[in-house]
């Protein structure tokens, strides 16, 4: 599965943030939990959801229509609940909140994360196959029911113990994403026209069932179930999102403002994603819905257009926008993709023109020049402009940028906006949350994450054990104390 980064739950985002819902007022099948009644109504629980969130979060509330019906249709099988942070903070707290909505699956009181979409029918089927056995024994009575349980399953056709230990090798890995089931019986196998050993994805669209025999080894059944479990060319929005990213496979994006387009390009660019099936999932997406998307791949609002994206660093390839999205165009851009040939795309705010402050501003394409620099010590903080916390840091780091200025010359205080600029590949780091703060040692570039107490106190302190000359920064009492009232008159709320 690819690992959920910050920068994937905002790609999600996009999708679920252009996706309107309306919650109609009526009863509830969503259970409200809170300190008192928690660990009575979760700890005996085989499996239960836990939504935990803030009545002001935006993303909580995009959520609460598709949880409500989530909870509707799991009704009197799995329990769904919800704890309001804002009235049980030390219950969120025992439970490490930092963000919201955060859920959680219990069972019998222990915890993991849900990794699943955030439509109501992927919190069900996600629920449902943490309910189901990690592989469920098929024969002639439920073998039809789970083909037809959920849009893609897998069969394993196994009669030997190590194909049977392989297969649920894999199902224990993948189980959150697939229902798996094995069918031991040659006369069920020779009725679904299935062979000794092999492996069946039965989905509900595109050809209906992908057949692999031969040998079972865990990596190729794995990457077999990726490349068949989504289909060939289809539109995308919130509601499937998920199952692309997965999938693990880059993702390549048509853009289209009109049905005429929409059918030239899906029947065009067919041949080309059934070539490069396993290796690049394509998909056409609605321009007038999500063409704000089209800005996160490095495009212009100018349709139609197409881009290539990697969902587990953001990386981006968009085509060439002077040219037409044509087979012949399209044809040479994916092979030089494939073939390394094309660089990445790495978004860049406009550098300053005036940046002799006492906190360097860093850009994308000046990254290098200033982050890895190695004549200097450099601390750089990544932030978002909306980001209460960054908020609350900004006078901090004004501080540690003037004492800086004036008493270490080598040592560079610096800010970067991560809404408006990639992270470049050199900068050996990805962003899992606002702020973020990285320390590069002159000399080596050597990266140390700070990951302490944001008080003045806590990073003078690690400065002083980082930088290259020991160097110990001086701040007055004064501009201390200025800094706790600056600090004390942010008063915002922050969302993941």
Not at 468 to 486: C, G, Q, R, T
Request: aromatic residues 10%; contains cysteine.
């Amino acid at each position: 599965m690819v690992k959920k980064t910050f920068l994937f739950t905002a790609i999600a985002a996009t999708f679920a943030a252009l996706t309107h819902s309306v919650l109609a007022d009526g009863p509830s099948d969503v259970l409200s939990l809170t300190d008192k009644s928690f660990d009575h109504e979760v700890r005996d629980q085989e499996l239960m959801l836990v939504e935990f969130f803030a009545p002001w979060c935006g993303h909580c509330k995009a959520l609460a229509p598709e949880y409500e019906i989530a909870a509707t249709k799991l009704k009197d099988k799995i329990k769904i609940a919800k704890v309001d942070c804002t009235e049980n903070q030390d219950l969120c707290q025992r439970y490490d909140i930092t963000g919201y909505p955060t859920l959680k699956v219990f069972r019998r009181g222990e915890t993991s994360d849900y990794k699943g979409a955030r439509k109501a029918d992927g919190i069900v089927s996600y629920m449902q196959k943490q309910a189901a056995p990690a592989v469920t024994d098929l024969d002639a009575t439920n073998f039809a029911d789970f083909q037809n349980s959920d849009r893609v399953v897998v069969v394993g056709y196994a009669n030997d113990e190590a194909s049977k230990a392989t297969f649920k090798e894999v199902a224990d890995k993948l189980r959150d994403d697939f229902f798996f089931g094995i069918v031991t019986d040659e006369a069920l196998a020779k009725e679904h026209k299935a062979d000794f050993p092999s492996i069946v994805v039965y989905k509900q669209f595109d050809e209906g069932r992908n057949d692999q025999a031969g040998a079972f080894e865990a990596e190729a059944i794995q990457e077999f179930i990726k490349a068949n479990s989504v289909p060939l060319l289809d539109a995308i929005d919130a509601s499937n999102f998920q199952s692309y990213a997965e999938s693990g496979l880059p993702l390549a994006y048509i853009f289209h403002d009109n049905a005429d387009d929409q059918k030239k390009l899906v029947d065009m660019a067919t041949p080309l994603a059934r070539k490069y099936k396993g290796k690049i999932n394509f998909v056409h997406i609605d321009a007038i819905k999500y063409g704000t998307h089209g800005g996160n791949l490095g495009l212009k609002e100018q349709w139609p257009a197409f881009a290539i994206q990697h969902l587990d660093t953001g990386a981006k390839f968009p085509l060439d926008q002077s040219k037409p999205v044509t087979f012949e165009n399209l044809e040479i851009f994916l092979q030089d993709y494939v073939d390394g040939k094309i660089k990445a795309t790495v978004k860049s705010a406009e550098a300053p023109a005036d940046n002799n402050g006492s906190v360097k501003v860093v850009v994308a394409n000046e990254f290098v020049d200033i982050v890895l620099d190695k004549s200097k010590d450099v601390f750089l903080e990544v932030y978002a402009p909306w980001c209460g916390h960054c908020k609350r840091l900004a006078p901090v780091w004004d501080q540690l940028g003037e004492a800086a200025s004036k008493q270490a010359p080598n040592l560079v205080i610096a800010k970067m906006d991560g809404t408006e600029n990639d992270i470049p590949e050199e900068a050996g780091f990805d962003v899992a949350g606002f702020p973020t703060l990285k320390f590069f040692k002159a000399e080596t570039n050597e990266l140390i994450d700070y990951n302490g107490d944001r008080s003045v106190e806590h990073l003078i302190d690690f400065i002083s054990q980082h930088t290259s000359n020991n160097v110990k920064l001086v701040i007055s009492e004064v501009e201390s104390a200025n800094d706790a009232e600056k600090k004390e008159s942010v008063n915002t709320h922050d969302e993941l």
